[in-house]
Nanobody
Framework: QVQLVESGGGLVQAGGSLRLSCAAS????????TGWFRQAPGKEREFVAA????????YYADSVKGRFTISRDTAKNTQFLQMNSLKPEDTAVYYC????????????????WGQGTQVTVSS
């Protein structure tokens, strides 16, 4: 079982940037795909980005492509989400997740989830 803890959320003005981090514990993290989902008030949780266990493959929702960058430091069991050019519609609770592969993860079937970190973008 992989335990995940997010950090880095906060309040930022539109056009600003934030960097989310997700610290993982557990040896299996190194062989898992990892990613981010988000959930805005009154909306369903949606896929944001994912990265393969090797870091060689990255995948993004159309709504964040070109603005967000996912990365991971496997040696430190940590993944990151660099968010630039933030928009008010990016306001949500962001969740870190891990799964055996990208397909399972992007379907929202991650085996592990963090507690979430709030991102608020003001206009």
């Amino acid at each position: 079982q992989v335990q995940l803890v997010e950090s880095g959320g906060g309040l930022v003005q539109a056009g600003g940037s934030l960097r989310l981090s997700c610290a993982a514990s557990g040896r299996t993290f190194r062989s898992y795909a990892t990613g981010w989902f988000r959930q805005a008030p009154g909306k369903e949780r949606e896929f944001v980005a994912a990265i393969s266990w090797s870091g060689g493959g990255t995948y993004y929702a159309d709504s964040v492509k070109g603005r967000f960058t996912i990365s991971r430091d496997t040696a430190k069991n940590t993944q990151f989400l660099q968010m630039n050019s933030l928009k008010p519609e990016d306001t949500a609770v962001y969740y870190c997740t891990a799964a055996p592969n990208i397909a399972v993860l992007s379907a929202g079937q991650g085996h592990s989830w963090g507690q979430g970190t709030q991102v608020t973008v003001s206009s």
